[in-house]
C-alpha cells in the first residue's frame, strides 16, 4: 500500500526557514508527480510546490516563488521543500501529495496519494 510520510515541520518566527521532507514507500511509478500541498483554517487546500520525474514540470505558488525550493531524490522516491523568508500567511498544515504522471497539476483532486500532513506555524 502506498505511504507517503511527511518530516519537517515545526514553528519559527517571520523571516525564519525551515524544511520538510515526503517519503514515499510501497510506491510503483517510475513517473509521477510529488509535491507539497497546504492548508490553513477555514481555507481551501493550494498547491505550494510541485515536482515531476525528470524536472520537466515544476510548479509554484506565486506567494513562494524566490522563497521556496522544491528538490527530489528519484533514487529515494523523495521530494524536499526548503522554505526560508517565512510569513506568518505561510501558516498551514502542509500535506504530500503524489499523481502518477510526470506532469504537475496545482489541482488537489487530481492527486492520488496524500500524507497525514505536518504543521508550520510561523510566529510574527
Known amino acids: 500500500q502506498v505511504q507517503l510520510v511527511e518530516s519537517g515541520g515545526g514553528s519559527v518566527q517571520a523571516g525564519g526557514s525551515l524544511s520538510l521532507s515526503c517519503a514515499a514507500s510501497?510506491?510503483?511509478?517510475?513517473?509521477?508527480?510529488m509535491g507539497w500541498f497546504r492548508q490553513a483554517p477555514g481555507k481551501e487546500r493550494e498547491a505550494v510546490a510541485l515536482?515531476?520525474?525528470?524536472?520537466?514540470?515544476?510548479y509554484y505558488h506565486d506567494s513562494v516563488k524566490g522563497r521556496f525550493t522544491i528538490s527530489q531524490d528519484n533514487t529515494k522516491k523523495m521530494r524536499y521543500l526548503q522554505m526560508n523568508i517565512l510569513k506568518p500567511e505561510d501558516t498551514a498544515m502542509y500535506y504530500c501529495?503524489?499523481?502518477?504522471?510526470?506532469?504537475?497539476?496545482?489541482?488537489?483532486?487530481?492527486?492520488?496519494?496524500w500524507g497525514k500532513g505536518t504543521l508550520v506555524t510561523i510566529s510574527s
Open positions: 501529495a503524489a499523481r502518477p504522471t510526470w506532469l504537475c497539476d496545482a489541482r488537489p483532486s487530481v492527486y492520488n496519494y
Open positions: 510501497e510506491f510503483p511509478y517510475s513517473a509521477y508527480c
Open positions: 515536482l515531476g520525474t525528470g524536472g520537466k514540470s515544476t
